[in-house]
Nanobody
Framework: HVQLVESGGGSVQPGGSLRLSCVAS????????MAWFRQAPGKERQAVAQ???????SYVGSLKDRFTISKDSDKEILYLQMNNLKPGDSGMYYC?????????????????WGQGTQVTVS
C-alpha cells in the first residue's frame, strides 16, 4: 500500500531554514503529482507547492520566493526547501500524492497523505 513519510520539521527562529523530506513507497505507477500542504491550528489545510512527473512545479502566491519543491525520482523522495522562514509559516506540513488532478491546490484531489511534520518558527 502507498505510504508517505515526512521528516525534517523542527523549531527555528525567524529567518532560518528547514528542508522537509517525504519518502514515498508502495505504488506501482509513480504519482503524476506530488504536493506539500500545511495546516496551522484552527485553520484549513493550505496548498504550498506541487511538482509533476516531468519536474514542472507550481507554488501558491509568493511562497516561490522562499520555498523550493524538488524530488529525487530515483529514491522516490520529495523535498521542500524553506528559507527565510516566518512565524506565519508555522504549522503541520503534509506531503500528498495524486495520479490525476484538476486543481492541484485542492486537498481533496489527493488520494494519499503522510502523517505530517511540525514546523515552528518563533
Amino acid at each position: 500500500h502507498v505510504q508517505l513519510v515526512e521528516s525534517g520539521g523542527g523549531s527555528v527562529q525567524p529567518g532560518g531554514s528547514l528542508r522537509l523530506s517525504c519518502v514515498a513507497s508502495g505504488y506501482r505507477t509513480r504519482p503524476s503529482c506530488m504536493a506539500w500542504f500545511r495546516q496551522a491550528p484552527g485553520k484549513e489545510r493550505q496548498a504550498v507547492a506541487q511538482i509533476n512527473t516531468d519536474g514542472s512545479s507550481s507554488y501558491v502566491g509568493s511562497l516561490k520566493d522562499r520555498f523550493t519543491i524538488s524530488k529525487d525520482s530515483d529514491k522516490e523522495i520529495l523535498y521542500l526547501q524553506m528559507n527565510n522562514l516566518k512565524p506565519g509559516d508555522s504549522g503541520m506540513y503534509y506531503c500528498a500524492a495524486a495520479w490525476s488532478v484538476d486543481d492541484w491546490a485542492r486537498p481533496n484531489e489527493y488520494s494519499y497523505w503522510g502523517q505530517g511534520t511540525q514546523v515552528t518558527v518563533s
